[in-house]
């Protein structure tokens, strides 16, 4: 297990697949695509010389389910994959919902839709957050910027899956999955989850436990939605993080997340440095939405302009959250296409245009 009090220079994949090592995952379940193989490829390594289980799916359908077999014994699993991949998953995500199985699923982006291209966007945005299983369901979705970030919030990513006996999304793009940075590997930092009580463990003597998605009694399905949301509501009251950076007195705030927020942060210096308000709202939880905290940012402000690798899948949830308090604009780029630091800095400079010329707002 590495732990480390210094920092070490990882790839991205492989700073992801180390971290869920040290989280305790005891079993892997994948099948290869890009740009997330390089995780299967470290787990292949590092899991059997652990005595831990790493198997090689047929395919993601067979990763899901596998995942859901090891989820109902309370066990720590993860699979991941990769947008395409990530949509043949929906049907089990949707179970494991209904089942209250809980296990790590991460998502790498790449450009759609489709098979689309290996170039990193943000197209399943909706896929993780909106899910695209049947029913009503919620699944926790945890959204890095760094390297760093990406060990610390898979480190999380166990940690709430077992907590609230949800699946739980750390989704990332093709350019987080393949940088390198220097990250320091800290000790798992969460106490071990009491899965006693509702983990399958085959043990004689004690009374039947279920773990099933099918339930045809009449208003039993209605009556575990309605409990599985107010577990939604105890989730977002707890959970729900994100990051301000010059919000105080923006003009201009800027709401992006992942890979595209760390490049707006460098806009927004370089658009202080010019005499310009601008900041940053980074979601770090896509679900729970942090919408309160975005609604009184917004009150400040006289533009928010949202920025996404897509047409614009967050902008829902920023609408809907700002709420009138600020007009809103968006500026995307769809199918692979990077966004740079000088598209978001010419964004900001618009907005400023506008502002002064008494434009939208």
């Not at 990193?120 to 369901?137: E, R, S, T």
């Not at 923006?250 to 707006?264: E, L, N, P, Q």
């Not at 302009?305 to 899948?313: I, W």
Request: charged residues 20%.
């Amino acid at each position: 297990m590495l732990e480390t009090g210094r920092k070490v220079l990882f790839k991205g994949n492989e700073a992801i697949a180390q971290a869920a090592v040290n989280a305790g995952c005891m079993c892997y379940f994948g099948y290869p695509i890009t740009p997330q193989s390089e995780i299967g490829e470290y787990m292949s390594a590092k899991l059997p010389e652990m005595g831990r289980t790493f198997i090689p799916a047929e395919s993601e359908l067979a990763s899901i389910s596998m995942l859901i077999g090891a989820g109902t014994t309370g066990t720590k699993a993860m699979t991941s994959s990769s947008s395409c991949g990530i949509a043949l998953m929906q049907e089990g995500l949707s179970a494991m919902v209904c089942a209250e199985v809980p296990g790590v699923i991460v998502s790498v982006m790449r450009g759609g839709p489709g098979l689309g291209n290996i170039a990193p966007a943000q197209g399943d945005y909706f896929q993780a957050v909106k899910g695209g299983g049947n029913g009503d369901y919620k699944v926790i979705v945890l959204a890095p910027s760094t390297v760093q970030e990406s060990v610390d919030l898979t480190y999380r990513a166990f940690y709430l899956a077992l907590k609230y006996r949800n699946p739980v999304i750390l989704l990332a793009d093709g350019i987080l999955g393949q940088m390198m940075e220097p990250v320091e590997f800290k000790k798992y930092p969460y106490e071990d989850v009491d899965t006693s009580s509702w983990a399958l463990s085959g043990a004689k003597n004690r009374e039947p436990r279920f773990l099933v998605s099918l339930h045809m009694l009449d208003g039993e399905m209605e009556a575990i939605t309605r409990r599985l949301f107010k577990k939604y509501d105890e989730i977002a009251k707890n959970e729900t993080t994100y990051e301000e950076y010059m919000t105080e007195d923006a003009d201009i705030v800027i709401t992006a997340f992942g890979t595209v927020a760390r490049v707006a942060k460098a806009a927004v210096k370089r658009a202080r440095q010019n005499g310009i308000k601008a900041g940053l709202f980074r979601p770090v939880t896509l679900f729970p939405f942090p919408d309160k905290a975005l609604h009184e940012t917004a009150k400040r402000a006289k533009i928010v302009l949202d920025v996404e690798m897509n047409m614009g899948q967050m902008l829902l949830d920023v609408r809907s959250a700002v709420f009138g308090a600020a007009p809103v604009e968006f500026f995307g780029k769809p199918g692979g296409a990077l966004i740079t630091f000088e598209d978001i800095y010419d964004a900001i400079m618009k907005a400023d245009k506008e502002i002064a010329q008494g434009g939208r707002v």
